[in-house]
């Protein structure tokens, strides 16, 4: 099968759906899954309302335009807000007839949030998890064997703490 490249881009596009044989998901399906998951970055107006939005703690569409900073009209700046919270950057609660954004985290602990969010996003698009994972330790080796040591130390010191969270109280109290 010859995949054009408007159809590998744009997948959506397709006339027939793609079908696997072993019941997965097919590899054109997966791929443009990934490609969305890390897609998911901001522009340089997303990533000027989201500095706006942490500077000031939240804000509307109407504060910014009623502000006077910008000379954007209001439906692009809530548009780029809206993105931002589809992308998971900012959460929402309704104010009026508007909406006020919040974001969804502080800024030094983003780089942790958009980390995880892409990965649980991949784990999800990928039926086969261990599979993935396989090939995520396969590229952390051929990356950097000493990062492979470290990730080894940092599964373990999650399983530890796994455990505790799961041990009963009265366990906890003896000592254990």
């Not at 696997?20 to 997966?30: I, M, P, V």
């Not at 784990?123 to 086969?128: C, I, L, R, S, T």
């Amino acid at each position: 099968m010859v995949v054009r490249w408007r159809e590998w881009y744009f997948p959506k596009m397709r006339r027939k759906k793609s079908s696997s044989q072993d019941g997965q998901k097919s590899w054109t399906n997966w791929l443009f899954s990934v490609r969305q998951t890390f897609g998911a970055r901001a522009g340089s107006l997303e990533k000027a309302m989201l500095e706006e939005v942490w500077k000031r703690g939240s804000v509307t569409v109407r504060e910014l335009v009623d502000e006077g900073k910008t000379d954007l009209a209001y439906t692009t700046l809530m548009t780029t807000l809206e993105r931002l919270h589809k992308k998971g950057f900012l959460r929402r609660e309704p104010a009026g007839k508007a909406f006020r954004y919040f974001p969804f985290c502080d800024r030094k602990a983003f780089p942790r949030h958009l980390a995880i969010t892409h990965v649980r996003r991949c784990v999800a698009a990928f039926e086969n998890a261990s599979l993935l994972l396989s090939y995520f330790v396969d590229a952390v080796a051929i990356q950097d064997a000493h990062l492979l040591e470290e990730l080894s130390d940092l599964i373990e010191r999650k399983k530890r703490e796994l455990n505790r969270k799961h041990m009963p109280k009265s366990a906890l109290a003896d000592g254990m």
